[in-house]
């Protein structure tokens, strides 16, 4: 059973932090590059962040600098560490294999929103 479970979004103001936290089920998880992805009202989802199994990361050119991908492959779990946070982030947060597959499952997603 797949299974994405992502977590720890909110409301913070400009150049406040947060972390997200994915669980995947090891299907999804496992010797896969995995990413976060996300969603802002009226765009098309895109990909922000991807780390290898490995460790090897990579980021969007409007992440760079300020957000931080890591995984801890004992407990199926990928983070991204969010810092310096502007309002052009709020969005609707997932995590996914990388690539996803036009028909991949996805998760419920964590919504985050940067607003003073």
Do not use: H
Request: hydrophobic content about 30%.
């Amino acid at each position: 059973q797949v299974q994405l479970v992502e977590s720890g979004g909110g409301l913070v103001q400009p150049g406040g932090s947060l972390r997200l936290s994915c669980a995947a089920s090891g299907s999804v998880y496992r010797f896969n590059t995995m990413g976060w992805y996300r969603q802002a009202p009226g765009k098309q989802r895109e990909l922000v962040a991807r780390i290898t199994s490995g460790g090897s990361t990579n980021y969007a050119d409007s992440v760079k600098g300020r957000f931080a991908i890591s995984r801890d492959n004992a407990k199926n779990t990928v983070f991204l560490q969010m810092n310096s946070l502007k309002p052009e982030d709020t969005a609707v947060y997932y995590c996914n294999r990388v690539p996803a597959g036009s028909n991949a499952y996805w998760g419920q997603g964590t919504q985050v929103t940067v607003s003073s």
